[in-house]
């Protein structure tokens, strides 16, 4: 789809989104009675036998007593009567008027189940032509001169491939197939013939095929719009699909036509490059690494994501919902890209799940592709599965969340049935524990969603998303998801070995307390221009302006990024490169030139625009930043304590909880503009009181806005000059589990 026409699309969708009044006196008043719309939204699992009455008396009881404004409505397994019947659509019309006379809000889900892309049983029984599948190869050792043939295996022939194992040649032997037999005959040397084929699954739609996409539609989304159109963009307000992925089918999730589309965007064909895939294939191998799994995750993009924003824009709703796992640090498994994943998606959405402090290091990827898309929302579906949950982790991760750029919360969760609850914890009037602190909560998530949704995020730190380096480092026959294998890893902790992304990002927030945007490789390429020393991001709205741009440790990163940072340098900006120096292109045929242009970047040591740190940790990034940024948008007198080094940041099993290993609180900050005003955001999430002057960057006259009981004081600040720019100080006291704005007048 045409980029400008997207854009477009968006705007209108959310054109009818309020984000909080203009005028300080009215914003004021907002902030002392936050609109009821802006209170969280939980995921509502039907699971069980749904009755009128039953369900107009939670939704009652959750409004009333709980203080949501709406539900996001979950169909599972046990919902009765079945998901798709008749009696279904029967119960969902009483929730949609019930809704409807409390003024609460529905979030249409997309299936039932997760993840997505089921239709329960339909798909399969329908459309079994357009499941998802798998790409296989099966491969054969032989020495030449000789004749070889054989049969080909099962599945849909994707295309043949000879290789010389002593010369690195490749022959795409394809057109040999005869039937379903294929016959070569192989020149003197050693080869390995590899032949591809693409399997038929039984299970999700095709996500990586449009069409596919269309017909799970048709039988699902299409059939609620045929019964409650009347009630879209009124008390439905937006779809939500969940853990979309390209896990499955052995995470060599394919399409059938991916041949195809590739050579149409790129003029040539990737069969003969498919053996990279599986193993090194020499000096091309992670070019081609990531031209194919860059392409996989761009037709996941442009997939799903984009098909359900269509569908959405079409009815008049917003969409949102997440890859799985997108928090991870490698993506090739997962999400394909974790931020160009929400290219086509009105609004990104961060998954918190399974524990406290889970994935936290990358949450800060899914609300930097609302940045760099210029998108106003980032939602968060919040404490799910959850083991440990109490009142106050109502607030310890939901301070964090607020902080990394979330601002519209979907708690995970309330049941129909809460004694028959799978998944922790319960987030209802029904749990005597949460449940008489979540109106309260509410208010305080209210009141952060009223100053946080919309405006521009303001940060001095760019930092380039490895995506490249983690696409060339992955491969089809990695031991991931296999625990009975050794050396099996999560998926999305397959990584190359230097990797420092997840303790540059912990680091940033929580020790160094320096807000950061990740930045996409087109992004940087496309989206960003130079102007004096600083890079600027050009959008409409959330344009920022960053002064230092950190290249994370990567042995492979594209050409094009590097001839911008050294321009970046040359005019003026700062360069900081961790560990691993870039010596790969992504691109083909560039790996000189990369070399070449780091070496110029590294040269600027000498001006001081450009600092390389060999052995990442919180101090050397430390004095790098002090060097760098001299007078940084906002200066904690107080640093961090240890963050990174007690979180668990490389470990996706809950068992880390177990192992000793304790997930710790920080304080961090967020600092947006909206309508001009300046906001700043700073949470505590400790369990100690926490007491700090702080440096802001510019003159300001400002207010303390407690968005824990609505109140406001006036602060006491100085207007100081700290190495010729003029900063306003303020002494900060902030309760442990608490936050405060910082609101310029």
Known sequence: MNKKICRIIIGISLASWS???????????????????????????????LTQEGIEQQLKASKEQSGFSGVALLPVSETKPAYLSEGYFEQYGNILEACKKLDMKVILYDDINYPSGSAGKVMREKYPEHLGGRLDMVSSAIAGPMNWQATLPEGLFMGAVAMNEKTGQRIDISEKKNGNRLEWAAPEGNWTIMLFTFVRAKNSVDYLNPESIDLFLSVTLDEYAKRFSSHFGKTITMTFFDDVNVRGNDRRNWTPNFAEKFQKEYGFSPVSYYPALWKDIGPETEAARVALFGFRARLLSEGYPQKMNVWAKKHGLGATGHAMGQYHPQPAFLGGDHIRFYEHCDIPMIDSIHYYGHGRPGFKLTSSASASYDRPLTAVEIYGNYATFDAAMLYRSGLELFA????????????????????????????????????????????????????????????????????????????????????????????????????????????????????????????????????????????????????????????????????????????????????????????????????????????????????????????????????????????????????????????????????????????????????????NSTD???????????????????????????????????????????KLDLPSLESRFLIGL
């Open 19 to 49: 984000f909080g009044a203009t005028d300080i006196a009215e914003l004021k008043e907002q902030f002392k009675t936050p609109p009821f719309s802006l209170k969280s939204q939980p995921l509502w699992h039907l699971n069980g036998e």
């Open 688 to 730: 100690k009181p926490f007491s700090t002057e702080l440096d802001l960057r510019g003159h300001h006259e400002l207010q303390l806005w407690n968005p824990h009981d609505g109140t406001m004081a006036l602060v006491q600040s100085e207007r100081v000059t700290e190495k010729g720019e003029a900063c306003t100080r303020v």
């Open 404 to 683: 990394r750029g979330a601002n519209f919360f979907l708690p995970h969760g309330m049941w129909y049935v809460p004694e028959k609850m799978r998944i922790k914890p319960l987030i209802s009037h029904f749990n005597p524990e949460v449940g008489p602190k979540l109106a309260t909560y509410n208010e305080w998530v209210a009141r952060c969603s009223l100053l946080l949704q919309g405006g521009r995020h303001v940060a001095d730190i760019g930092v380039l998303y490895p995506v490249a380096a983690m696409h060339a480092y992955a491969r089809m026959d990695a031991v991931v998801d296999q625990p009975k294998v050794a050396g099996n890893v999560h998926p999305g902790l397959y990584l190359p070995p230097t990797t420092d992304l997840n303790e540059i990002s912990d680091c940033l927030t929580g020790e160094l307390r320096q807000d950061f945007t990740f930045l996409h490789p087109d992004i940087l390429d496309n989206r960003t221009t130079i102007k004096g020393n600083v890079l600027r991001l050009d959008n409409a709205v959330n344009f920022e302006e960053y002064r230092v741009v950190i290249v994370p440790s990567m042995r492979v990163i594209h050409a094009s990024n590097a001839k911008k940072l050294l321009a970046f340098c040359e005019a003026g900006g700062r360069v900081i490169v961790t560990g691993q120096i870039p010596c790969k292109s992504a691109e083909f045929g560039k790996d000189a030139e990369v070399v070449e242009t780091f070496k110029q970047i590294l040269d600027q040591q000498k001006k001081r625009q450009a600092c390389f740190v060999p052995t990442f940790n919180s101090a050397s990034l430390g004095v790098a930043l002090q060097d760098a940024l001299s007078v940084p948008d906002v200066r904690f007198a107080k640093k961090g304590e240890g963050v990174a080094e007690a979180n668990p940041i490389q470990n996706a099993s809950q068992k880390t909880e177990s192992k000793g290993k304790q997930v710790e609180g920080m304080v961090s900050y967020l600092h947006k503009v909206k309508d001009g005003r300046q906001i700043y955001f700073v949470a």
